[in-house]
Protein backbone atom coordinates (compact mmCIF):
# COMPACT_ATOMS: atom_id res chain seq x y z
CA UNK A 1 0.00 0.00 0.00
CA UNK A 2 1.07 3.62 -0.46
CA UNK A 3 2.00 5.53 2.06
CA UNK A 4 -0.17 8.21 2.09
CA UNK A 5 -3.15 5.75 1.62
CA UNK A 6 -1.97 4.23 4.38
CA UNK A 7 -1.51 7.30 6.67
CA UNK A 8 -5.16 8.03 5.44
CA UNK A 9 -6.66 4.54 6.54
CA UNK A 10 -4.28 5.26 10.33
CA UNK A 11 -5.74 8.54 10.96
CA UNK A 12 -9.18 7.64 10.13
CA UNK A 13 -8.98 4.95 12.55
CA UNK A 14 -7.84 7.50 14.91
CA UNK A 15 -10.30 9.64 14.79
CA UNK A 16 -12.73 7.30 15.37
CA UNK A 17 -10.62 6.40 18.44
CA UNK A 18 -10.51 10.18 19.53
CA UNK A 19 -13.81 11.13 19.13
CA UNK A 20 -15.18 8.13 21.36
CA UNK A 21 -12.53 8.66 23.76
CA UNK A 22 -13.13 12.44 24.31
CA UNK A 23 -15.71 13.44 26.67
CA UNK A 24 -19.60 14.23 24.53
CA UNK A 25 -20.17 17.94 24.18
CA UNK A 26 -23.03 18.05 26.49
CA UNK A 27 -21.50 16.89 29.76
CA UNK A 28 -21.36 18.79 32.10
CA UNK A 29 -19.51 21.46 32.23
CA UNK A 30 -20.50 21.60 28.54
CA UNK A 31 -17.44 24.68 27.49
CA UNK A 32 -14.25 22.74 28.33
CA UNK A 33 -15.20 19.34 26.48
CA UNK A 34 -16.35 21.87 23.68
CA UNK A 35 -13.13 23.27 23.75
CA UNK A 36 -10.91 19.63 24.18
CA UNK A 37 -13.20 18.30 21.14
CA UNK A 38 -12.72 21.85 18.74
CA UNK A 39 -8.79 22.03 18.88
CA UNK A 40 -8.45 18.05 18.72
CA UNK A 41 -10.59 16.98 16.04
CA UNK A 42 -10.00 19.80 13.77
CA UNK A 43 -8.20 17.83 11.43
CA UNK A 44 -4.65 17.19 11.92
CA UNK A 45 -2.51 14.52 10.38
CA UNK A 46 -2.21 12.29 13.20
CA UNK A 47 1.41 11.62 12.21
CA UNK A 48 2.50 11.13 16.00
CA UNK A 49 -0.43 8.38 16.95
CA UNK A 50 0.33 6.54 13.23
CA UNK A 51 3.67 6.54 14.23
CA UNK A 52 2.27 4.30 16.94
CA UNK A 53 0.83 2.21 14.97
CA UNK A 54 3.31 2.09 12.40
CA UNK A 55 6.06 0.83 15.24
CA UNK A 56 3.39 -1.79 16.61
CA UNK A 57 3.03 -3.19 13.15
CA UNK A 58 7.23 -2.91 12.80
CA UNK A 59 7.66 -5.02 15.85
CA UNK A 60 4.92 -7.86 15.21
CA UNK A 61 2.23 -5.95 17.37
CA UNK A 62 -1.31 -5.56 16.27
CA UNK A 63 -2.32 -1.59 15.46
CA UNK A 64 -5.87 -1.91 17.14
CA UNK A 65 -3.75 -2.96 20.58
CA UNK A 66 -2.24 0.76 20.95
CA UNK A 67 -5.01 2.46 19.49
CA UNK A 68 -5.72 3.75 22.93
CA UNK A 69 -2.12 4.80 23.68
CA UNK A 70 -2.26 6.65 20.07
CA UNK A 71 -4.64 8.70 20.70
CA UNK A 72 -3.06 9.46 23.99
CA UNK A 73 -0.08 10.74 22.32
CA UNK A 74 -1.88 12.65 20.12
CA UNK A 75 -4.15 14.48 23.11
CA UNK A 76 -0.83 15.24 25.09
CA UNK A 77 0.31 17.12 20.98
CA UNK A 78 -2.66 18.94 21.17
CA UNK A 79 -2.77 20.20 25.11
CA UNK A 80 1.10 21.78 23.86
CA UNK A 81 -0.41 23.20 20.59
CA UNK A 82 -3.23 24.68 22.95
CA UNK A 83 -0.87 26.10 25.51
CA UNK A 84 1.84 26.94 23.20
CA UNK A 85 -0.96 29.23 21.19
CA UNK A 86 -1.60 31.01 24.72
CA UNK A 87 -1.10 34.82 24.71
CA UNK A 88 1.43 34.45 27.33
CA UNK A 89 3.03 31.90 24.97
CA UNK A 90 3.37 32.47 21.53
CA UNK A 91 0.00 34.49 21.37
CA UNK A 92 -1.05 32.99 17.72
CA UNK A 93 -4.92 33.64 16.67
CA UNK A 94 -4.65 30.77 13.56
CA UNK A 95 -3.86 27.07 14.14
CA UNK A 96 -4.97 24.71 11.06
CA UNK A 97 -6.83 27.57 9.36
CA UNK A 98 -8.71 28.17 12.31
CA UNK A 99 -9.06 30.32 15.35
CA UNK A 100 -6.86 29.31 18.25
CA UNK A 101 -8.51 27.63 21.03
CA UNK A 102 -7.85 30.67 23.00
CA UNK A 103 -9.19 33.06 20.62
CA UNK A 104 -13.07 30.83 20.57
CA UNK A 105 -13.26 29.78 24.14
CA UNK A 106 -11.06 32.68 26.09
CA UNK A 107 -7.74 32.50 27.75
CA UNK A 108 -9.16 31.14 30.90
CA UNK A 109 -10.78 27.54 29.17
CA UNK A 110 -8.06 27.19 26.86
CA UNK A 111 -5.64 27.14 30.24
CA UNK A 112 -7.98 24.32 31.36
CA UNK A 113 -8.77 22.44 27.70
CA UNK A 114 -4.88 21.61 27.75
CA UNK A 115 -4.48 20.86 30.78
CA UNK A 116 -7.62 18.10 30.53
CA UNK A 117 -6.06 17.19 27.42
CA UNK A 118 -2.80 16.09 28.92
CA UNK A 119 -4.73 14.66 32.08
CA UNK A 120 -6.81 12.29 29.89
CA UNK A 121 -4.10 11.49 27.72
CA UNK A 122 -1.79 9.84 30.59
CA UNK A 123 -5.18 8.00 31.52
CA UNK A 124 -5.52 6.50 27.51
CA UNK A 125 -2.00 5.67 28.29
CA UNK A 126 -2.83 3.81 31.52
CA UNK A 127 -5.59 2.36 29.97
CA UNK A 128 -3.78 1.14 26.85
CA UNK A 129 -1.27 -0.40 29.49
CA UNK A 130 -3.73 -2.22 31.42
CA UNK A 131 -5.17 -3.93 27.49
CA UNK A 132 -1.29 -4.32 26.73
CA UNK A 133 0.26 -8.25 27.34
CA UNK A 134 2.33 -7.01 30.20
CA UNK A 135 1.16 -4.10 32.57
CA UNK A 136 4.52 -3.37 33.54
CA UNK A 137 5.48 -2.09 29.91
CA UNK A 138 2.02 -0.27 29.91
CA UNK A 139 3.96 1.62 32.73
CA UNK A 140 7.38 1.99 31.05
CA UNK A 141 6.14 3.41 28.27
CA UNK A 142 3.58 6.08 30.16
CA UNK A 143 7.08 6.95 32.08
CA UNK A 144 8.42 7.65 28.90
CA UNK A 145 5.87 9.70 27.47
CA UNK A 146 6.15 11.70 30.75
CA UNK A 147 10.03 12.50 30.28
CA UNK A 148 8.99 13.23 26.26
CA UNK A 149 6.46 15.76 27.48
CA UNK A 150 8.06 17.28 30.35
CA UNK A 151 11.35 19.09 31.08
CA UNK A 152 13.86 17.62 29.06
CA UNK A 153 11.18 17.63 26.99
CA UNK A 154 8.67 19.12 25.19
CA UNK A 155 7.64 21.81 28.08
CA UNK A 156 12.38 22.39 28.25
CA UNK A 157 11.84 22.90 24.48
CA UNK A 158 9.08 25.18 25.08
CA UNK A 159 10.91 27.46 27.55
CA UNK A 160 14.22 27.54 25.16
CA UNK A 161 11.79 28.61 22.34
CA UNK A 162 10.18 31.76 24.10
CA UNK A 163 13.63 32.68 25.81
CA UNK A 164 16.14 32.49 22.99
CA UNK A 165 14.16 35.14 21.65
CA UNK A 166 16.07 37.40 24.18
CA UNK A 167 19.50 35.08 24.65
CA UNK A 168 20.52 35.15 21.19
CA UNK A 169 20.98 32.31 18.04
CA UNK A 170 23.22 29.38 18.09
CA UNK A 171 23.26 26.29 16.24
CA UNK A 172 23.05 24.03 19.01
CA UNK A 173 20.17 25.75 20.59
CA UNK A 174 18.18 25.39 17.55
CA UNK A 175 19.16 22.03 17.34
CA UNK A 176 18.31 21.64 21.22
CA UNK A 177 14.81 23.12 20.93
CA UNK A 178 13.83 21.00 18.41
CA UNK A 179 14.82 17.73 19.50
CA UNK A 180 13.23 18.99 23.11
CA UNK A 181 10.27 20.40 21.14
CA UNK A 182 9.63 17.65 18.65
CA UNK A 183 11.66 14.90 18.95
CA UNK A 184 11.16 13.70 22.13
CA UNK A 185 7.60 13.31 21.46
CA UNK A 186 8.48 11.36 18.06
CA UNK A 187 10.96 8.84 19.71
CA UNK A 188 8.19 8.41 22.50
CA UNK A 189 5.68 7.94 19.86
CA UNK A 190 7.38 5.13 17.75
CA UNK A 191 8.91 3.31 21.92
CA UNK A 192 5.24 3.46 23.25
CA UNK A 193 4.09 1.38 20.31
CA UNK A 194 6.65 -1.10 20.49
CA UNK A 195 6.83 -1.14 23.88
CA UNK A 196 3.23 -2.52 24.41
CA UNK A 197 3.36 -5.16 21.65
CA UNK A 198 6.79 -6.32 23.49
CA UNK A 199 9.22 -5.48 21.61
CA UNK A 200 13.33 -6.35 21.97
CA UNK A 201 15.62 -3.68 23.58
CA UNK A 202 17.37 -3.74 19.90
CA UNK A 203 14.83 -2.92 18.28
CA UNK A 204 13.46 -0.56 20.74
CA UNK A 205 17.40 1.15 20.41
CA UNK A 206 16.66 1.34 16.62
CA UNK A 207 13.63 2.63 16.69
CA UNK A 208 15.21 5.24 18.79
CA UNK A 209 17.61 6.13 16.47
CA UNK A 210 14.86 6.10 13.97
CA UNK A 211 12.56 8.53 16.22
CA UNK A 212 14.81 10.85 16.62
CA UNK A 213 15.62 11.12 12.76
CA UNK A 214 12.13 11.13 11.58
CA UNK A 215 11.32 14.03 14.23
CA UNK A 216 14.61 15.83 13.23
CA UNK A 217 13.46 16.29 9.64
CA UNK A 218 10.14 16.77 10.36
CA UNK A 219 10.66 19.79 12.65
CA UNK A 220 13.16 20.59 9.97
CA UNK A 221 10.78 20.30 7.33
CA UNK A 222 8.15 22.38 9.28
CA UNK A 223 10.66 25.50 9.75
CA UNK A 224 10.72 25.49 5.97
CA UNK A 225 7.21 25.45 5.37
CA UNK A 226 7.12 28.64 7.08
CA UNK A 227 9.50 30.55 5.16
CA UNK A 228 8.00 29.04 1.55
CA UNK A 229 4.68 27.47 2.50
CA UNK A 230 1.60 29.16 0.81
CA UNK A 231 -0.69 30.38 3.81
CA UNK A 232 -3.55 28.43 2.65
CA UNK A 233 -1.74 24.94 3.04
CA UNK A 234 -0.34 26.14 6.46
CA UNK A 235 -3.70 27.29 8.14
CA UNK A 236 -1.71 30.27 9.72
CA UNK A 237 -0.40 33.54 8.03
CA UNK A 238 3.77 32.59 6.78
CA UNK A 239 6.60 34.19 7.78
CA UNK A 240 5.20 33.83 11.46
CA UNK A 241 9.02 32.57 12.79
CA UNK A 242 10.89 35.32 11.31
CA UNK A 243 8.37 37.85 12.63
CA UNK A 244 8.55 36.25 16.27
CA UNK A 245 12.21 36.13 15.75
CA UNK A 246 11.79 32.53 16.96
CA UNK A 247 15.11 30.26 15.85
CA UNK A 248 14.82 28.08 13.06
CA UNK A 249 16.62 25.59 10.94
CA UNK A 250 16.72 27.91 8.15
CA UNK A 251 17.05 31.10 9.94
CA UNK A 252 20.32 29.78 11.34
CA UNK A 253 21.69 27.68 8.47
CA UNK A 254 20.19 29.09 5.47
CA UNK A 255 17.71 27.63 3.12
CA UNK A 256 20.08 25.57 1.47
CA UNK A 257 21.77 23.55 4.01
CA UNK A 258 18.30 22.96 6.01
CA UNK A 259 17.09 21.26 3.27
CA UNK A 260 19.93 18.87 2.98
CA UNK A 261 19.62 18.56 6.81
CA UNK A 262 16.29 17.49 6.25
CA UNK A 263 16.95 14.93 3.73
CA UNK A 264 20.25 13.32 5.73
CA UNK A 265 17.71 13.20 8.69
CA UNK A 266 15.37 11.18 6.48
CA UNK A 267 17.54 9.30 5.05
CA UNK A 268 19.39 8.13 8.82
CA UNK A 269 15.69 7.25 9.67
CA UNK A 270 15.30 5.20 6.81
CA UNK A 271 18.37 3.47 7.31
CA UNK A 272 17.68 3.20 11.10
CA UNK A 273 15.53 -0.01 10.18
CA UNK A 274 17.77 -1.83 8.59
CA UNK A 275 17.26 -4.74 10.32
CA UNK A 276 13.26 -4.82 9.98
CA UNK A 277 11.61 -6.32 6.97
CA UNK A 278 8.39 -4.98 5.15
CA UNK A 279 6.49 -4.62 8.41
CA UNK A 280 8.47 -1.36 8.57
CA UNK A 281 7.42 0.40 5.46
CA UNK A 282 5.03 2.60 7.06
CA UNK A 283 7.79 4.21 8.92
CA UNK A 284 9.98 3.95 5.80
CA UNK A 285 7.39 5.84 4.00
CA UNK A 286 6.53 8.17 6.77
CA UNK A 287 9.89 9.26 7.01
CA UNK A 288 10.31 10.52 3.21
CA UNK A 289 6.67 12.07 3.76
CA UNK A 290 7.64 14.27 6.46
CA UNK A 291 9.82 16.11 4.18
CA UNK A 292 7.96 15.63 1.00
CA UNK A 293 5.43 17.68 2.48
CA UNK A 294 7.25 20.98 0.93
CA UNK A 295 10.55 20.38 -1.65
CA UNK B 1 1.06 9.01 68.25
CA UNK B 2 -0.71 12.06 68.06
CA UNK B 3 -2.10 13.04 64.78
CA UNK B 4 0.04 16.38 64.79
CA UNK B 5 3.26 15.15 65.09
CA UNK B 6 2.52 11.90 63.01
CA UNK B 7 1.15 14.31 60.28
CA UNK B 8 4.45 16.26 61.34
CA UNK B 9 6.90 13.48 60.35
CA UNK B 10 4.74 11.95 57.19
CA UNK B 11 5.28 16.12 56.08
CA UNK B 12 9.12 15.82 56.51
CA UNK B 13 9.08 12.22 54.60
CA UNK B 14 7.01 13.45 51.76
CA UNK B 15 9.06 17.19 51.45
CA UNK B 16 12.34 15.44 51.53
CA UNK B 17 11.22 13.34 48.54
CA UNK B 18 9.65 16.25 46.44
CA UNK B 19 12.90 17.98 46.56
CA UNK B 20 14.60 14.35 45.67
CA UNK B 21 12.30 13.68 42.52
CA UNK B 22 12.08 17.81 41.14
CA UNK B 23 14.64 18.62 38.51
CA UNK B 24 17.76 20.44 40.13
CA UNK B 25 17.34 24.05 39.86
CA UNK B 26 20.81 24.26 37.33
CA UNK B 27 19.64 21.43 35.08
CA UNK B 28 18.51 23.68 32.02
CA UNK B 29 16.40 25.39 31.54
CA UNK B 30 16.87 26.58 34.97
CA UNK B 31 14.30 28.89 35.56
CA UNK B 32 11.42 25.98 34.42
CA UNK B 33 12.87 23.83 37.64
CA UNK B 34 13.28 27.14 39.83
CA UNK B 35 9.37 27.65 38.91
CA UNK B 36 8.33 24.15 40.01
CA UNK B 37 10.58 24.13 42.70
CA UNK B 38 9.36 27.80 44.13
CA UNK B 39 5.46 26.40 44.64
CA UNK B 40 6.13 22.77 45.28
CA UNK B 41 8.51 23.85 48.21
CA UNK B 42 7.12 26.15 49.85
CA UNK B 43 5.40 24.45 52.86
CA UNK B 44 2.43 23.23 52.40
CA UNK B 45 0.67 20.97 54.94
CA UNK B 46 1.10 17.61 52.39
CA UNK B 47 -2.22 16.84 53.58
CA UNK B 48 -2.88 14.90 50.77
CA UNK B 49 0.57 13.07 50.07
CA UNK B 50 -0.02 12.34 53.98
CA UNK B 51 -3.74 10.35 53.33
CA UNK B 52 -1.83 8.67 50.59
CA UNK B 53 0.68 7.34 53.22
CA UNK B 54 -2.08 6.80 56.12
CA UNK B 55 -4.33 4.88 53.56
CA UNK B 56 -1.56 2.43 52.41
CA UNK B 57 -0.75 1.86 56.50
CA UNK B 58 -4.53 1.40 57.28
CA UNK B 59 -4.82 -1.76 54.73
CA UNK B 60 -1.26 -3.04 56.64
CA UNK B 61 1.12 -1.44 53.85
CA UNK B 62 4.14 1.03 54.33
CA UNK B 63 4.39 4.18 53.95
CA UNK B 64 7.48 3.78 52.22
CA UNK B 65 6.27 1.56 49.61
CA UNK B 66 3.53 4.61 48.21
CA UNK B 67 5.76 7.68 48.53
CA UNK B 68 6.10 8.08 45.22
CA UNK B 69 2.91 7.99 44.53
CA UNK B 70 2.15 10.38 47.65
CA UNK B 71 4.76 12.86 45.43
CA UNK B 72 2.95 12.58 42.61
CA UNK B 73 -0.49 13.44 43.59
CA UNK B 74 1.17 16.50 45.83
CA UNK B 75 2.62 17.91 42.21
CA UNK B 76 -0.66 17.45 40.80
CA UNK B 77 -2.06 19.75 43.16
CA UNK B 78 0.43 22.03 43.03
CA UNK B 79 0.06 22.30 39.13
CA UNK B 80 -3.82 22.90 39.47
CA UNK B 81 -2.72 25.79 42.41
CA UNK B 82 -0.34 27.41 40.11
CA UNK B 83 -2.76 27.35 36.97
CA UNK B 84 -5.91 28.37 39.42
CA UNK B 85 -4.26 31.38 40.44
CA UNK B 86 -2.88 32.70 36.79
CA UNK B 87 -4.32 36.00 35.48
CA UNK B 88 -6.88 34.70 33.48
CA UNK B 89 -8.43 32.58 35.98
CA UNK B 90 -8.43 33.51 40.00
CA UNK B 91 -5.83 36.31 39.53
CA UNK B 92 -4.44 35.93 42.83
CA UNK B 93 -1.32 37.27 44.00
CA UNK B 94 -0.31 35.72 47.02
CA UNK B 95 -0.44 31.91 47.89
CA UNK B 96 0.87 30.18 51.48
CA UNK B 97 2.23 34.04 52.06
CA UNK B 98 4.36 34.36 49.07
CA UNK B 99 3.89 35.62 45.77
CA UNK B 100 1.74 33.51 43.18
CA UNK B 101 4.07 31.59 40.56
CA UNK B 102 2.84 33.78 37.64
CA UNK B 103 3.92 37.29 39.92
CA UNK B 104 7.30 35.86 39.96
CA UNK B 105 8.37 34.13 36.90
CA UNK B 106 6.20 35.49 34.65
CA UNK B 107 2.42 33.91 32.99
CA UNK B 108 4.45 31.89 30.21
CA UNK B 109 6.43 30.24 32.71
CA UNK B 110 4.07 29.50 35.81
CA UNK B 111 1.96 27.69 32.80
CA UNK B 112 4.61 25.46 31.76
CA UNK B 113 5.53 25.13 35.43
CA UNK B 114 1.94 23.93 35.88
CA UNK B 115 2.12 21.89 32.63
CA UNK B 116 5.52 20.19 33.98
CA UNK B 117 4.52 19.46 37.47
CA UNK B 118 1.51 17.89 35.91
CA UNK B 119 3.63 15.70 33.65
CA UNK B 120 5.83 14.56 36.61
CA UNK B 121 3.45 13.82 38.67
CA UNK B 122 2.06 11.53 36.34
CA UNK B 123 5.28 10.35 35.97
CA UNK B 124 5.47 9.52 39.38
CA UNK B 125 2.91 7.98 39.59
CA UNK B 126 3.82 5.22 37.36
CA UNK B 127 7.34 5.10 38.53
CA UNK B 128 5.41 4.63 41.96
CA UNK B 129 3.16 1.43 40.29
CA UNK B 130 6.72 -0.25 39.06
CA UNK B 131 7.62 -0.23 42.63
CA UNK B 132 4.35 -1.50 43.72
CA UNK B 133 3.13 -5.53 44.41
CA UNK B 134 1.43 -5.46 40.86
CA UNK B 135 1.98 -3.49 38.45
CA UNK B 136 -2.03 -3.88 36.83
CA UNK B 137 -2.38 -1.97 40.44
CA UNK B 138 -0.07 0.65 39.40
CA UNK B 139 -2.31 1.39 36.15
CA UNK B 140 -5.31 0.98 38.30
CA UNK B 141 -4.31 3.90 40.51
CA UNK B 142 -2.88 6.16 37.91
CA UNK B 143 -6.58 6.09 35.81
CA UNK B 144 -8.18 6.98 38.95
CA UNK B 145 -6.06 9.90 39.64
CA UNK B 146 -6.14 11.12 36.33
CA UNK B 147 -10.13 10.99 36.54
CA UNK B 148 -9.91 12.58 39.51
CA UNK B 149 -7.63 15.85 37.60
CA UNK B 150 -9.76 15.29 34.96
CA UNK B 151 -13.00 17.47 33.70
CA UNK B 152 -15.07 14.95 36.13
CA UNK B 153 -12.86 16.43 38.32
CA UNK B 154 -10.07 18.94 39.14
CA UNK B 155 -10.53 20.86 35.57
CA UNK B 156 -14.32 20.25 35.51
CA UNK B 157 -14.82 21.81 39.48
CA UNK B 158 -12.29 24.89 38.22
CA UNK B 159 -14.68 25.69 34.85
CA UNK B 160 -17.66 25.43 37.15
CA UNK B 161 -15.90 27.54 39.61
CA UNK B 162 -15.18 30.66 37.01
CA UNK B 163 -18.28 30.27 35.35
CA UNK B 164 -20.24 30.23 38.61
CA UNK B 165 -19.79 33.36 39.27
CA UNK B 166 -21.90 34.10 35.92
CA UNK B 167 -24.73 31.21 36.13
CA UNK B 168 -25.90 32.28 39.62
CA UNK B 169 -25.87 30.74 43.30
CA UNK B 170 -27.14 27.14 44.23
CA UNK B 171 -26.40 24.77 47.18
CA UNK B 172 -26.41 21.81 44.54
CA UNK B 173 -24.09 23.67 42.56
CA UNK B 174 -21.79 24.56 45.37
CA UNK B 175 -21.85 20.78 46.98
CA UNK B 176 -20.56 20.08 43.06
CA UNK B 177 -17.84 22.54 42.68
CA UNK B 178 -16.40 21.24 45.97
CA UNK B 179 -16.52 17.32 45.18
CA UNK B 180 -14.97 17.78 42.02
CA UNK B 181 -11.95 20.35 42.58
CA UNK B 182 -11.49 19.02 46.24
CA UNK B 183 -12.93 15.55 46.60
CA UNK B 184 -12.14 14.12 44.21
CA UNK B 185 -8.32 14.26 44.54
CA UNK B 186 -9.22 13.52 48.62
CA UNK B 187 -10.65 10.46 47.42
CA UNK B 188 -8.09 9.54 44.64
CA UNK B 189 -5.52 9.96 47.23
CA UNK B 190 -6.93 7.25 49.79
CA UNK B 191 -7.57 4.76 47.02
CA UNK B 192 -4.11 5.40 45.75
CA UNK B 193 -2.28 4.62 48.56
CA UNK B 194 -4.24 1.77 49.14
CA UNK B 195 -4.73 -0.27 46.10
CA UNK B 196 -0.79 0.40 45.51
CA UNK B 197 -0.50 -1.81 48.71
CA UNK B 198 -3.11 -4.27 47.96
CA UNK B 199 -6.18 -3.30 49.16
CA UNK B 200 -9.68 -5.36 48.83
CA UNK B 201 -12.70 -4.24 47.11
CA UNK B 202 -14.16 -3.63 50.67
CA UNK B 203 -11.70 -1.68 52.03
CA UNK B 204 -11.83 0.80 48.91
CA UNK B 205 -14.89 1.02 49.03
CA UNK B 206 -15.05 2.23 52.94
CA UNK B 207 -11.81 4.47 52.02
CA UNK B 208 -14.19 5.70 48.98
CA UNK B 209 -16.71 7.03 51.49
CA UNK B 210 -13.97 8.30 54.05
CA UNK B 211 -12.33 10.50 51.07
CA UNK B 212 -15.58 11.86 49.91
CA UNK B 213 -16.55 13.04 53.68
CA UNK B 214 -12.93 14.11 54.98
CA UNK B 215 -12.65 16.42 51.18
CA UNK B 216 -15.44 18.15 51.61
CA UNK B 217 -15.15 18.77 55.65
CA UNK B 218 -12.09 20.79 54.40
CA UNK B 219 -13.17 22.49 52.03
CA UNK B 220 -16.03 23.64 54.07
CA UNK B 221 -13.39 24.43 56.19
CA UNK B 222 -11.46 26.23 53.77
CA UNK B 223 -14.33 28.61 52.93
CA UNK B 224 -15.12 28.98 56.79
CA UNK B 225 -11.52 30.56 57.29
CA UNK B 226 -11.61 32.62 53.95
CA UNK B 227 -14.57 34.40 56.19
CA UNK B 228 -13.46 34.04 59.81
CA UNK B 229 -9.37 33.50 59.21
CA UNK B 230 -6.55 35.79 59.77
CA UNK B 231 -4.74 37.27 56.88
CA UNK B 232 -1.08 35.69 58.66
CA UNK B 233 -2.70 32.29 58.49
CA UNK B 234 -3.82 32.17 55.72
CA UNK B 235 -0.83 33.48 53.62
CA UNK B 236 -3.44 35.52 51.24
CA UNK B 237 -6.08 38.23 51.86
CA UNK B 238 -9.13 37.36 54.27
CA UNK B 239 -12.42 37.76 52.56
CA UNK B 240 -11.11 37.23 48.72
CA UNK B 241 -13.78 34.03 47.96
CA UNK B 242 -16.40 37.02 48.60
CA UNK B 243 -14.86 39.94 46.55
CA UNK B 244 -14.27 37.20 43.76
CA UNK B 245 -18.05 36.57 44.42
CA UNK B 246 -16.99 32.73 44.34
CA UNK B 247 -19.54 30.01 45.42
CA UNK B 248 -18.63 29.07 48.86
CA UNK B 249 -20.66 26.75 51.45
CA UNK B 250 -20.75 29.96 53.88
CA UNK B 251 -22.17 32.60 51.26
CA UNK B 252 -24.72 29.98 50.25
CA UNK B 253 -25.83 28.25 53.79
CA UNK B 254 -24.66 30.84 55.94
CA UNK B 255 -21.82 30.62 58.64
CA UNK B 256 -23.41 28.06 61.51
CA UNK B 257 -24.94 26.11 58.73
CA UNK B 258 -21.63 25.71 57.19
CA UNK B 259 -19.92 24.87 60.40
CA UNK B 260 -22.54 22.01 61.28
CA UNK B 261 -22.25 20.39 57.83
CA UNK B 262 -18.11 20.43 57.94
CA UNK B 263 -18.64 18.88 61.53
CA UNK B 264 -21.17 16.06 60.24
CA UNK B 265 -18.65 15.53 57.38
CA UNK B 266 -15.79 14.65 59.11
CA UNK B 267 -17.73 12.90 61.58
CA UNK B 268 -19.29 10.67 58.41
CA UNK B 269 -15.34 10.03 57.38
CA UNK B 270 -14.66 9.11 61.02
CA UNK B 271 -17.98 6.26 60.57
CA UNK B 272 -16.76 4.95 57.52
CA UNK B 273 -13.56 3.71 58.93
CA UNK B 274 -15.61 1.33 61.16
CA UNK B 275 -14.10 -1.67 59.93
CA UNK B 276 -10.39 -0.87 60.47
CA UNK B 277 -8.64 -1.04 63.65
CA UNK B 278 -5.84 1.39 65.00
CA UNK B 279 -4.02 1.62 61.56
CA UNK B 280 -6.27 3.58 60.28
CA UNK B 281 -5.81 6.21 63.50
CA UNK B 282 -3.84 8.46 61.34
CA UNK B 283 -7.04 8.44 58.84
CA UNK B 284 -9.59 9.32 61.83
CA UNK B 285 -6.90 12.06 63.37
CA UNK B 286 -6.53 13.39 59.79
CA UNK B 287 -10.44 13.78 59.84
CA UNK B 288 -10.79 15.69 62.96
CA UNK B 289 -7.97 17.66 61.84
CA UNK B 290 -9.27 19.23 58.75
CA UNK B 291 -11.91 20.91 60.87
CA UNK B 292 -9.74 21.62 63.87
CA UNK B 293 -8.01 24.23 61.82
CA UNK B 294 -10.38 26.63 62.65
CA UNK B 295 -13.01 26.31 64.97
Same mark, same amino acid.
Given at each position: MEFETALVSKARLIDQALDECLPP $??? @? @? +?VIHQAMRYSVLS +?? &? /?LRPALVLGAAEAVGGRAENVILAACGIELIHCYSLIHDDLPAM???? =? /?RGRPTNHKVFGEAIAILAGDALLTLGFELLARAGMAAASPAAGLRALVEVAQAAGTEGMVGGQVLDITSQEVGVGAELVEQIHRRKTGALFVASVRTGAILSGASEEQLAALDDYGRAVGLAFQIADDILDVVGEASKLGKPVGGDAQKRKLTYPGVFGLPAARERAKAAAAEAVAA? /? &? =? +? @? $?ADFLRGAAQFVINREF
Open positions: $ELA @P @P +G +GG &K /RDNDD =F /RL /R &K =F +G @P $E
